[in-house]
């Protein structure tokens, strides 16, 4: 199990952050002055992690890379899911979840079906095709704007494991008490500069400014990173 690193002027707080970019260079700089990775790779997941891990690299003179992970979806219900599948084409099922909505295995594999091709299409607009970097005896840090359930980071630890980093780190805004604590457990060091232990977490709730990124938002945000 690893250990967690928070801000403790920011426990419990809302609205900590003004966007996703401030986000990422305090968290950025968190790491920099705390910590010292050796070879790091920023692995970043779209679209919301795209802003704050382009931070995180620039901070720590990283690359940056991508990590297309998609939750599968509630059949009825965009805005939540019951697993995820990542890019490398695991799939991760979230089987008391499952079991609670009724949801016959044919609707599963329906909802995967459609997730899968999902997610090959946005490996293709964002990488074009490009594939997973070798992450052998590196720092893996996994970025993405905040963790709820924490499930799709899951799903992206579990693949990211298959490619033999030296160590794997989590590195987010902020998360729920809970959700932090079940990652800390499966990474080498999770870095949360706000942990709240509300009942009703929110991650938007920790930015005065949020929104939805688009694709176009994302592939500009990628762009800026090749011209540096």
Known sequence: MGGIL?????RERRFVFSDRQDAGKKLGACIRSHLEYPDPVVIAIPAGGVPVGKEVALALGAPLELAIVRKIQIPGNTEAGFGAITWDGQVLINERLREALGLSQGEVDAVVTLTRKNVQERIARFTSGRPFPDLAGKTAILVDDGLASGFTMLAAIQS????GPARIIV??????ASSAERIAAEVDQLICLNIRSSKRFAVAEAYEHWYDLDDREVIEELASMVDR
Do not use: E, L, M, R
């Not at 990211?160 to 490619?163: A, G, Y």
């Not at 590195?171 to 729920?176: G, H, I, K, L, W």
């Open 6 to 10: 928070d801000n403790p002027k920011f």
């Open 160 to 163: 990211i494991h298959t490619s």
């Open 171 to 176: 590195a987010v805004p902020t998360a729920s």
